[in-house]
C-alpha cells in the first residue's frame, strides 16, 4: 500500500459527555480528490477540528505522511501542510485584507515582526491565483460575504498546504463562483495538492470527488471509491434509509388566499414580489443564498418591514410594520439559523416553547398562569413527541431534531393561519424530518397556509405543491411541485439568465 | 447530542408537581445550594469567633438597617445584568435623586410649618425622587435600546452625568437637616422590623413577583440569554430593555432615600463604593453576568453572606481595607467554583 | 488608499480643534506654554493607563484593576527600598515596581485565560483584592521621605525655563518614560505578531485560535504586560507627588475607560489605535484643566465629560448601526 498523505485511525472523541466521534478512521492520499459526505450532525466538523490540530483526540492516532503525531496542534497542522477552510471563514472582520491572507504563513513560521510590503506581496500573489483583485489595505468588515471566501481561499492556498479541508464551500456561492471555484479544484489538484471536501450536496460529491468516505452519527460508514457509489447508495448511507418518495397533493385551489403580496418590495433586497397562499397550500421556495428569499420572509414577519407593496391577509390589505404586527395577523415564522435567531439555547424547554404566547398565559391577576403554560407544554411534547427528560431542562440538551420541534411548538402554540419555515430540516437527523414533515402536512390539511424555504430540493419535491423560484430579488419561475427535480430547478435558475440576456455579477456588485 | 439521561418521550412526573419543597428548589439550582451552605458557614464561623459581639441583638438590629441599601440596589443591579447589560450608574441616580428629594424636604417647607404640611412635602419629595429615578432609568434604556450603545458605556457616561448633574445643584455641598417625619424611615422601626428592613422586604417582593411571575419577567429572561431570538420570538426587545432600566432607576430612587434617611444627610457622592459592591453581591448571588439568569434568592442570601461577614469581620475588630480584600477573594472564589464545578461533574461521571 | 478622514480619531482630533479654539478665544491664557505644560504634566500618568485600557479593550477585553495595581506596586515597592536602605539607581524602583504589577497582571490573566471568567468581574474583585491587601497588610500611611535617588528623580527637570511672564514652567524626567511607553506599544501593536494577535483576538477569538494564535499565552501577557506599564505609572506618580500615597490612584479607572473609548476604540474589541486613545485623553484632560479658563465653575466637569461620553459614544454606535444595515444590493 502507498504511503498516504494523512491517516486518522481509530479516532475517539467526546465534549462534555457527549461521544462526537466513535472510532472514526479516514485516509487521504496525495493529489486525492476525497469527498466527506453526511448529514449535520454526524461529526464531520469535529473530524476536521481533530485532522487540524484544534482538538486532540481522546483515543486513536493521527499520521501525516506516513509519521504519527501524537501532539498535534493548529500551528504544527499548518506546517504540515494542513489547511483548513471553515464555514464561518475564520476571517477577522477587524483586520486587513492583507493580513487576513498572510499572517496565518507568518504565524507558521513563528515570525515576531511584521513586515508590512512582504506580507501584501505575498498576499497580492494569493490572491492573483485565484484571480482577483481586492484593496489590500482595506478592512475586511465591510466586504461581501464571497470576497471573504475569497480571502479564506486565498490563504489556504498559500504556505506550501499538502491538503486543503474545505468545510461546506460552495453554500454562500452562486452558480457560477461554485464552477469558478471547481475550477480552483481541479488546477490544485493537478498541481499534486490533495482536497477534503465537506459536502451534504450530492450533486457536488458525485461531480467533483474520486473517493467518498461517509458518516453517520459519529461514525465513518463506508469509504469507497465514487465510480463504486451511485445516488441512491449514498443516500442510504448517509441517512441510514431508502428514499422515501411520497408526495403532498391538494387539488386546485381558488377563492380568497390566506396570503397575498402584490408587488411587495425591500429596498436593495427584493422586488414586484407578486405571491398568493391559499388554505392547504404548502408553497415552497428557493433559490441561492442571497437571492432574497430570507429577506422576503422576514419582511412578511414584520422583522424588517417592507418598503413598497402590499400584503393582504383573506383578502384584507395589512400593515406589518413589526413582529406583533404579523403575530396580530396569524403569521408566524420559524427562522433560518435555528442556534442564533430560533433558540434560548440555555433557557428550558418550557420557556422557548411559550415565548410566543406568554401574554395569553395570565391569570386574573396578570401573572403567569403556572397550570395554563404546563399544560400548554405538555400537550405540544405530546403533539410533536419531543423527547426530553424534563420541559424544565435547558433547550440546548436537545438533539437538533427535537430542537426544531420545540421552535415549531413555539410558533403552533400561537394557533397561526400562515406559517413561514425556513430551512425546516437543517441540521435535523433524517427521523425528526419525516416527522416534522409529517406534522407540516397534517397542519396544511387542516387548513393552514405553508410557506417552505429550502435548498433541499427532495424535501420540496415531497412536501410542496408548488415551488417558486427566487433569484437576485425576483421571482423568476414557478414548478409543480412534485415534478421539481434538479434539472427543472437548473432550467428555470439558470435559463433566467440567458432570457434576460443578462450577465452574470457577483453578489457584491450592486 | 440527545440527551443520554432519557430515551423516553414525554415528561417526567415531577414536572406536574405544583407543590413546593425547598429541597426541590435548592436542588433545582446548585448555585443556590452552594451559596447556602456558604451563608451557613459564614454565620457559623463568625458566631463561633465572636459569640458575643456578633451573636448580639445589638449587632442583629444594626445589620438589619445596614444592608437594606445594597440589598436594594443589588436588586437594581440584578435587573440590568439579567438583560445581559450592567447599570453602573445606579448610585449616580441614587444620589441624584436623593438629593431632589431632600432638596424638597428642606428647601420647599415653610418654616413653622404643621406636621400635616410637611408630610406633604415629604411625599412630594419622594414621588419627585422615584420619578426623576424612573427618568434617568429610561434614558439608559433608550441609549441602550434604541442608539445601541453598549450598556457598560451608557452607565458609565450617565453615571458621570448623573453625579455631576448632583454637582452642580449642590455646589458639592451636602444637604443636612431633614425633617424627623422623614428620618424616621431610615431609623424608626415598626413592630419591631427596622424601616428599612420593611422597605427591603417590600422590593424583594414586587421584584420576585416581576421577575418570576409576571411575563415580562421571562421576556427579560429571554432576552438576555439571546437579544436575537427573542426579536424573532415576538418581544419587543426595545419596551422590555426600557422598563428594565427604568425599573433599575426606581429601585435605586428607593435605595437613595433610604439612604438619606439612614445618615439625615444628601450629597452627591454618597456612598460611591456601593457600585462595585452591588456587581459583587449580584455575581455572588448567580446572576449570570452574560444575561439570561439570576434568582432573587441568590441576590439575598448574597447580601446576607456579604452584611454578616462584614459584620463579623467589624466584631473581630478588623479594619474596612481587609473586607475589601475578603471580598475580592470571595468573588473571585466563587466564580472560579463555579466554572470548576461543573467541569469536576463530567470528569467524575463519563457518559457513554 | 486609506480614507484616514473618515476614521473616528479623525473627529476627535477636530472637536479637540474646536475646543482649543474655543477656549483660547474666550482665554488668552489656554495657549501660554503654562497652561499647555500643565497639560502634558497631568497626562505623563494618565498617559500609560490610556495606554493599558488600549491594550485591554482591543483584546476584547476590560480592566478596571489598573489602579489597584499601580499603587499597590509603587507603595510596595517603594516600601521595599526603604526597608533594604540601600542607595539603589532610580531604576531598580522602577524595575521592582514594574515586576510587582506584572505578578499581579498576571493574576488578573490566568484568571480570565484559564477559567474563561468574564473581565470586567474578574478585574473588580482582583481591584477590591490588592488595594485590600495593600491597606491592610503593607501599610495606609503615605510615605513623604522618598528614597534619595527617587527623590532626585522627581526633582529632576526634563525641561525647564521661565517665561517672559516670569514663571518657571518644565516638565519631569518622568515624561520620557511616558513617551518611550507610548512608542513601544505603538510599535508592538502595528508591526509585531504578539500586537497583531491582539487585534486578532479581539476581532474574533476562535479564529484566532484556529489560525495558531495561542490565546491563552496573549491574554496573559495582556494582562501581565499592562500590570507592568501600571507599576511603572504607579512609581512615575510617586516622583511627581514626591510621596507614595497608597490610595492616590484608586478611583480613576471609569475615567481612564471614557477617554479611551472617546479615542475611538471599541469596546467590543478588536479596534482601535494608540492615536486616538491619546487623543481621546487629551479631550478629557482639557476638559478637566481648562473648563474653568472660560468661566466653567469646576463642578460641571463630571456632567461635561459623562455628557461627552453618551454623545461620542452615541455617536460611534450610530455610525457602526448605519454601517451595517447598509448592506450592498442584492437587485440588478
Not at chain 1, 239 to 260: A, F, M, W
Not at chain 2, 84 to 103: E, F, K, P, R, Y
Not at chain 3, 56 to 84: E, H, N, Q, R
Amino acid at each position: 500500500m502507498p504511503k498516504a498523505l494523512i491517516e486518522l485511525n481509530h479516532i475517539n472523541k467526546s465534549f462534555a459527555g457527549v461521544h462526537a466521534l466513535k472510532d472514526v478512521s479516514l485516509r487521504i492520499d496525495y493529489g486525492e480528490v476525497h469527498c466527506l459526505a453526511g448529514e449535520n450532525g454526524c461529526g464531520k466538523s469535529t473530524l476536521i477540528k481533530v485532522m487540524s490540530g484544534v482538538h486532540a483526540p481522546d483515543h486513536g492516532e493521527i499520521r501525516i505522511d506516513g509519521e504519527l503525531r501524537s501532539q498535534l496542534n493548529p500551528i504544527e497542522a499548518i506546517n504540515s501542510g494542513v489547511q483548513v477552510i471553515y464555514q464561518d471563514f475564520s476571517i477577522f472582520p477587524n483586520l486587513t485584507v492583507a493580513e487576513n491572507i498572510a499572517l496565518n504563513g507568518e504565524l507558521a513560521q513563528r515570525k515576531k515582526w511584521i513586515n508590512w510590503s512582504k506580507m501584501r506581496q505575498t498576499a497580492k500573489q494569493a490572491l492573483d491565483k485565484v484571480g482577483v483583485d481586492l484593496d489590500l489595505n482595506a478592512k475586511v468588515e465591510h466586504l461581501s460575504v464571497a470576497d471573504k471566501q475569497l480571502i479564506a481561499i486565498s490563504r489556504a492556498l498559500m504556505h506550501r498546504a499538502k491538503l486543503i479541508v474545505m468545510d461546506e464551500p460552495t453554500t454562500a456561492l452562486t452558480q457560477k463562483e461554485v464552477r469558478a471555484l471547481f475550477r480552483v479544484i481541479e488546477g490544485l489538484k493537478r498541481d499534486g495538492i490533495s482536497i477534503l471536501f465537506v459536502s451534504h450536496k450530492l450533486e457536488e460529491v458525485f461531480e467533483l470527488s474520486e473517493r467518498i468516505t461517509i458518516m453517520r452519527n459519529g461514525k465513518n460508514v463506508i469509504s469507497e471509491r465514487t465510480d463504486q457509489l451511485n445516488r441512491e447508495k449514498l443516500v442510504y448511507y448517509m441517512t441510514g434509509r431508502q428514499i422515501d418518495e411520497s408526495y403532498y397533493e391538494v387539488e386546485k385551489k381558488t377563492g380568497t388566499p390566506l396570503l397575498r403580496t402584490d408587488n411587495l418590495s425591500l429596498k436593495g433586497c427584493f422586488e414586484h414580489i407578486s405571491l398568493s397562499i391559499h388554505p392547504g397550500e404548502i408553497v415552497g421556495l428557493t433559490g441561492l443564498l442571497g437571492s432574497g428569499r430570507t429577506e422576503l420572509a422576514e419582511s412578511l414577519f414584520g422583522l424588517t418591514p417592507a418598503t413598497g407593496g402590499l400584503i393582504y391577509r383573506d383578502g384584507q390589505a395589512v400593515n406589518i410594520q413589526s413582529v406583533q404586527d404579523a403575530e396580530g395577523h396569524g403569521i408566524a415564522y420559524v427562522p433560518e439559523d435555528r442556534l442564533t435567531e430560533g433558540l434560548f439555547l440555555e433557557q428550558s424547554i418550557e420557556r422557548n416553547m411559550v415565548v410566543s404566547v406568554i401574554d395569553g398565559q395570565k391569570d386574573k391577576w396578570g401573572m403567569i398562569d403556572g397550570k395554563k403554560v404546563k399544560s400548554t407544554v405538555r400537550s405540544w411534547i405530546e403533539k410533536l413527541g419531543i423527547v426530553a427528560h424534563s420541559p424544565l431542562s435547558p433547550v440546548k440538551t436537545l438533539s437538533g431534531g427535537n430542537q426544531q420541534r420545540v421552535v415549531l411548538a413555539r410558533w403552533l402554540a400561537a394557533n397561526p393561519k400562515v406559517l413561514i419555515l425556513n430551512g425546516p430540516s437543517v441540521g435535523v437527523d433524517i427521523g425528526s424530518k419525516e416527522d416534522i414533515h409529517q406534522v407540516i402536512r397534517d397542519l396544511a390539511r387542516q387548513g393552514l397556509g405553508v410557506l417552505m424555504i429550502s435548498d433541499d430540493l427532495p424535501e420540496l419535491r415531497q412536501n410542496c405543491n408548488r415551488v417558486l423560484v427566487m433569484k437576485r430579488g425576483r421571482i423568476i419561475g414557478e414548478s409543480e411541485g412534485k415534478s421539481f427535480t434538479q434539472e427543472v430547478w437548473s432550467q428555470l435558475h439558470d435559463g433566467h439568465d440567458e432570457e434576460a440576456g443578462l450577465a452574470e455579477n457577483r453578489g457584491s456588485t450592486a | 447530542m440527545s440527551n443520554h439521561a432519557s430515551k423516553r418521550r414525554g415528561t417526567d412526573s415531577s414536572y406536574d408537581d405544583l407543590s413546593f419543597s425547598i429541597k426541590r428548589w435548592l436542588s433545582s439550582d446548585g448555585n443556590l445550594t452552594r451559596l447556602f451552605v456558604i451563608m451557613v458557614l459564614v454565620f457559623v464561623t463568625m458566631a463561633i469567633l465572636s459569640p458575643r459581639t456578633f451573636l448580639s441583638l445589638d449587632s442583629f438590629s444594626s445589620m438589619a438597617f445596614q444592608f437594606p441599601v445594597l440589598g436594594i440596589l443589588s436588586l437594581a443591579m440584578m435587573l440590568s445584568m439579567i438583560s445581559g447589560g450592567i447599570d453602573l450608574s445606579i448610585v449616580g441616580i441614587a444620589n441624584l435623586t436623593s438629593i431632589l428629594a431632600a432638596m424638597v424636604m428642606v428647601r420647599l417647607i415653610p418654616e413653622g410649618a404643621s406636621a400635616g404640611t410637611s408630610l406633604l412635602y415629604i411625599a412630594v419629595g419622594i414621588v419627585c425622587a422615584m420619578i426623576v429615578g424612573i427618568l434617568c432609568g429610561l434614558l439608559n434604556g433608550f441609549a441602550v435600546a434604541k442608539i445601541g450603545i453598549p450598556p457598560i458605556l451608557v452607565t458609565l457616561g450617565s453615571m458621570q452625568m448623573f453625579m455631576g448633574l448632583a454637582i452642580v445643584i449642590t455646589k458639592g455641598q451636602a444637604i443636612v437637616g431633614l425633617p424627623e417625619q422623614f428620618s424616621a424611615i431610615g431609623n424608626g422601626s415598626v413592630v419591631g422590623i427596622p424601616m428599612p428592613l420593611i422597605i427591603f422586604i417590600l422590593c424583594i417582593g414586587a421584584a420576585y413577583l416581576l421577575l418570576n411571575r409576571r411575563p415580562f419577567g421571562m421576556k427579560l429572561q429571554l432576552l438576555g440569554s439571546n437579544p436575537t431570538a427573542s426579536r424573532y420570538g415576538g418581544i419587543r426587545n426595545t419596551t422590555v430593555l426600557l422598563k428594565t432600566y427604568a425599573l433599575s432607576g426606581l429601585l435605586a430612587s428607593i435605595a437613595g432615600l433610604v439612604m438619606i434617611a439612614l445618615t439625615n444627610s444628601a450629597k452627591a457622592d454618597y456612598g460611591t463604593s456601593y457600585i462595585l459592591q452591588a456587581i459583587l453581591v449580584v455575581v455572588l448571588g448567580g446572576v449570570n453576568p452574560n444575561g439570561g439568569f439570576g434568582k432573587i434568592a441568590g441576590v439575598v442570601m448574597a447580601v446576607l453572606t456579604l452584611q454578616f461577614l462584614s459584620s463579623g469581620l467589624n466584631a473581630l475588630h478588623v479594619g474596612n481595607f481587609f473586607k475589601d480584600f475578603i471580598w475580592g477573594i470571595v468573588l473571585i472564589l466563587v466564580m472560579v467554583i463555579n466554572v470548576v464545578s461543573p467541569r469536576m461533574k463530567w470528569k467524575r461521571k463519563p457518559a457513554g | 488608499m486609506r480614507k484616514w478622514t473618515k476614521t473616528s480619531e479623525f473627529y476627535v482630533a477636530i472637536i479637540i480643534l474646536v475646543l482649543f479654539v474655543a477656549i483660547g478665544s474666550q482665554n488668552g491664557a489656554f495657549f501660554s506654554s503654562a497652561n499647555m505644560f500643565d497639560l502634558i504634566r497631568s497626562s505623563i500618568v494618565p498617559g500609560i493607563f490610556v495606554i493599558c485600557t488600549m491594550m485591554v479593550i482591543i483584546s476584547g477585553g476590560i480592566d478596571v484593576s489598573f489602579p489597584a495595581i499601580a499603587t499597590f506596586s509603587m507603595f510596595s515597592a517603594t516600601k521595599i527600598i526603604l526597608m533594604l536602605d540601600l542607595d539603589l539607581p532610580v531604576f531598580v524602583a522602577f524595575l521592582l515596581a514594574g515586576i510587582i504589577g506584572l505578578g499581579l497582571g498576571l493574576i488578573n490573566g490566568l484568571l480570565i485565560a484559564y477559567f474563561k471568567l468574564p473581565t470586567l468581574i474578574v478585574t473588580l474583585g482582583t481591584s477590591s483584592m490588592f488595594s485590600g491587601f495593600l491597606l491592610t497588610f503593607v501599610g495606609s500611611r503615605q510615605i513623604s521621605n522618598l528614597p534619595p535617588a527617587l527623590e532626585q528623580f522627581g526633582k529632576t527637570p526634563f525641561i525647564k525655563f521661565t517665561t517672559d511672564a516670569g514663571i518657571t514652567v518644565g516638565l519631569p524626567m518622568s515624561v520620557l518614560i511616558t513617551a518611550a511607553v507610548i512608542v513601544i506599544v505603538a510599535i508592538m501593536m502595528k508591526y509585531t505578531m504578539i500586537g497583531r494577535g491582539i487585534y486578532a483576538l479581539g476581532g474574533d477569538p476562535v479564529s484566532a485560535e484556529r489560525i495558531g494564535f495561542n490565546t491563552k499565552f496573549l491574554q496573559c501577557f495582556v494582562y501581565g504586560f499592562v500590570g507592568f506599564l501600571a507599576g511603572i505609572a504607579g512609581m512615575i506618580q510617586t516622583t511627581m507627588m514626591r510621596s507614595s500615597n497608597p490610595v492616590d490612584l484608586l478611583g480613576t479607572e471609569l475615567l481612564i475607560i471614557a477617554a479611551v473609548v472617546l479615542g475611538g476604540v471599541r469596546i467590543t474589541g478588536g479596534h482601535g489605535t494608540v492615536i486616538g486613545a491619546l487623543l481621546g485623553l487629551l479631550l478629557i484632560v482639557t476638559i478637566q484643566n481648562s473648563l474653568i479658563l472660560v468661566g466653567i465653575p469646576s463642578y460641571w466637569q463630571r456632567f461635561v465629560i459623562g455628557a461627552l461620553i453618551l454623545v461620542g459614544t452615541g455617536v460611534a454606535a450610530y455610525q457602526i448601526k448605519r454601517s451595517s444595515s447598509k448592506r450592498s444590493s442584492i437587485l440588478t
